[in-house]
């Protein structure tokens, strides 16, 4: 495992510069306090509504990106045990997680690249190819894997739903990027396999701490 590399306030008001320049906006406790209560939603942690997040909003359709940096402002400092969160939410339902990234040497950098490609997907936003809906994001059988769907069938000649390839329409940039991080991850689970580590473990825990946001 690589050696865990903290970053600093100053660190952290860069990449907050860097995310309001692409379109992200801070979520402020208050909101965050807001919208727990809204859903009716319990901190697992008392530690855990402390730190700051930023989001990106679609102007027409509701998929967000939401960053949780682990980053708590009023102490200056990241939260000693955490990861780094990028996902990607339709209204309040958290429908995709991408894989926690480990508070490493090029922590920020990776967060960055991701929040962008994230917010790509949001922006790419796929129609179906037969009645031009919006598709929707649906959970596959693996851990992190999703399609995307369209259910209108009333719109379609064989009264069938469609279900397309998550990456479709992503740019080839983005791609690029996404096929070699996929590569990576799977030599690095092979090998945890070997030493009877169960991929994903990161994720359950999250999951388990939200339960409202759990992909239904
Ligand atoms: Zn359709």
Request: hydrophobic residues 35%; charged residues 30%; proline residues 7%.
């Amino acid at each position: 495992m690589p050696k865990q590399v903290l970053f600093g306030q100053k660190e952290f008001h860069e990449l907050s510069a860097f995310l309001i320049q692409n379109g992200f906006q801070k979520i402020t406790p208050h909101q965050k306090h807001i919208s727990l209560w809204r859903q009716r939603l319990v901190p697992p942690r008392k530690t855990h509504g402390s730190e700051t997040g930023f989001v990106y909003s679609h102007p027409d359709h509701n998929w967000k990106v939401v960053v949780w940096t682990s980053f708590v402002e009023p102490t200056g400092k990241p939260k000693p045990q955490d990861n780094i969160w990028v996902l990607i939410k339709e209204n309040d339902l958290a429908l995709y997680f991408r894989p926690p990234i480990r508070r490493t040497e090029f922590a920020l950098e990776r967060l960055q690249t991701y929040a962008l490609i994230a917010k790509t997907r949001v922006l790419v936003r796929p129609c179906c190819d037969e009645c031009r809906k919006y598709l929707d994001i649906k959970k596959g059988k693996g851990l992190r894997s999703r399609y995307l769907v369209c259910n209108n069938i009333n719109k379609h000649p064989d009264k069938k739903i469609r279900t397309y390839n998550w990456d479709k329409d992503m740019p080839e940039e983005a791609l690029v990027i996404l096929r070699d991080e996929r590569e990576a991850r799977a030599k690095y689970w092979k090998a945890q396999r070997a030493k009877g580590k169960i991929p994903g473990k990161a994720i359950l825990i999250r999951k388990k701490w939200k339960p409202a946001e759990e992909v239904k």
